[in-house]
């Protein structure tokens, strides 16, 4: 079965330093989506690409946050610079386009901020 | 504002004892209700996709259901591995994004 492949699978850096966070969706998954999960609570949207354009990005961070999809399949989220309350899950996911179609999620990147 | 509320936060069973899960919604335009299990460090794996009341599906021990406000997930007689903490989520009307409640994380003992 097809799955999203994200990486690191775990980054320790510390605050005020840069990082990135890389994603390959699923083959011919248009929708692409960055969530970020604290530890005990549910995964909530960062940002959603539709191809290559930003369709939704209201909850992410733009004085430290960026995220890219250049040729509309891989994407990268950085954040410059990273402070200890990012300290989080980042979970890429992706899903054929169409409203009422699941997500399919990687297995995210565990950040820790010291 | 549109909320997801799951219930309980936590749950404990004894290997075979049947329970559900609650999850509550409020939300404008309903377009599907999710349900996940998430093992720790891993991310969600989808399990079943609800879209108008009424509607049922069922996975192995697992069981879901919709009404207009809530859906419950079933377990039936749960094995150890069904340990794992299960969310619950719903797509809105006019996005395609998915809206998470905070979970449940499901203990089952041998």
């Known amino acids: 079965e097809a799955e999203v492949a994200q990486s690191p699978r775990y980054k320790i850096t510390e605050k005020s330093q840069a990082v990135a966070f890389w994603c390959d969706p699923i083959s011919g998954h248009a929708t692409l989506y960055w969530y970020r999960q604290i530890l005990g609570q549910g995964p909530e949207l960062l940002v959603q690409f539709q191809d290559e354009s930003v369709v939704d990005d209201s909850q992410l961070p733009k004085d430290r946050f960026s995220a890219e999809r250049l040729k509309g399949v891989d994407s990268t989220l950085k954040i410059q610079p990273a402070e200890l309350g990012d300290s989080a899950m980042y979970l890429c996911?992706?899903?054929?386009?169409?409203?009422?179609?699941?997500?399919?999620f990687g297995n995210g990147t565990r950040l820790t901020v010291t | 504002e549109d909320q997801v509320t799951q219930s309980p936060e936590a749950l404990r069973l004894q290997e075979g004892e049947s329970s559900s899960l609650n999850c509550s919604y409020t939300?404008?335009?309903?377009?599907?209700l999710f349900w996940y299990r998430q093992d720790p460090g891993k991310g969600p794996e989808f399990l079943f996709t609800?879209?108008?009341a009424g509607e049922e599906k069922e996975k192995e021990r697992l069981k879901a259901t919709l009404t207009k406000k809530e859906s419950f997930l079933h377990i039936t007689a749960p094995k150890p591995e069904d340990s794992a903490t299960y969310l619950c989520a719903v797509g809105q009307g006019g996005s395609e994004k998915l809206v998470f409640g905070k979970g449940t994380k499901l203990t089952v003992n041998p």
């Open positions: 996911a992706s899903s054929l386009t169409g409203y009422g179609s699941p997500l399919h």
């Open positions: 609800l879209y108008s």
């Open positions: 939300v404008s335009g309903l377009r599907g």
